[in-house]
């Protein structure tokens, strides 16, 4: 049961993140940073990625994401810049990667034990993984749309991830 469900949360968030990147990556200059903020609603989806995945610091006043982003997400005003696409893919891969550590390292028991307390969630471990790769895929959705709606196209479906754990 173990390697199972582990196997099954990595197919799924994976999915949802290899769609987040598909979006990303499909996305033209054009439509990159317009009224939309195409940038934006990837920066944020990835903020919270990273954030949701910080078991050992949950609490706003720990968590640092990694340069060059900043903690604008936890204030009400947008980042001090817009970042590129080069930039959000590579906070993309150390999600993922944040994501594959976090599976590969605590057991299906310590899903359900393990606690996320920050100053406004009280979630199992499992928990925080289906609501965080919810709040993914919610955003990659919308950034198809916004494909859908700018150049008329947009990337496939993903199924599973068809990386490894």
């Avoid at 099954?8 to 979006?23: P, R, S, T």
């Avoid at 944020?44 to 706003?60: A, G, I, K, R, V």
């Avoid at 289906?130 to 008329?152: C, F, P, S, T």
């Amino acid at each position: 049961m173990d390697s199972s469900l582990k196997t099954v949360l990595w197919q799924q968030f994976g999915a949802a993140i290899d769609m987040l990147e598909n979006a990303l990556a499909f996305c033209p200059d054009e439509l990159w940073d317009t009224d939309a903020h195409f940038w934006y609603t990837g920066y944020h989806t990835l903020f919270f990625l990273d954030y949701y995945l910080s078991d050992e610091t949950p609490m706003e006043k720990d968590f640092l994401p990694p340069a060059p982003f900043t903690l604008s997400e936890f204030g009400t005003g947008m980042p001090e810049r817009v970042y590129d696409k080069t930039e959000l893919l590579t906070y993309l891969r150390f999600g993922r990667e944040k994501l594959r550590d976090l599976l590969t390292r605590l057991t299906a028991e310590e899903l359900l034990t393990k606690r996320f307390v920050s100053e406004y969630k009280d979630y199992s471990i499992l928990e925080i993984l289906i609501y965080n790769m919810r709040h993914v895929q919610h955003h990659a959705a919308q950034l198809n749309l916004l494909l859908r709606q700018g150049v008329k196209d947009a990337p496939d479906w993903v199924s599973r991830t068809k990386m490894d754990l």
